[in-house]
């Protein structure tokens, strides 16, 4: 992991390697229709940053399950 500013960024192949082990959560924030419905990382779950609070129940209990967040960036 490298921190870039408050936030941690990891490798595409650290995610494949995580997403083989079926002990990772993938969370796309960015918006479900203009974004997520046109296209996702397969088995990603839609949780636009704009609605967390409201969907937030969308997270598995376990809250020692790894979630890795994504985003389009900041632009």
């Known amino acids: 992991m490298k921190a870039k500013g408050s936030y941690a960024a990891v490798s595409v192949e650290y995610v494949s390697g995580q997403l083989a082990t079926n002990e990772v959560i993938l969370v796309d924030t960015r ?39 994504y985003c389009e960036g900041y632009t």
């Open 31 to 69: 918006p479900k229709k203009a974004k997520y419905d046109k296209g996702h990382i397969p088995s990603a779950i839609s949780i636009p940053d704009s609605e967390f609070e409201k969907l937030q129940g969308k997270l598995p209990a376990d809250k020692n399950m790894l979630l890795i967040f």
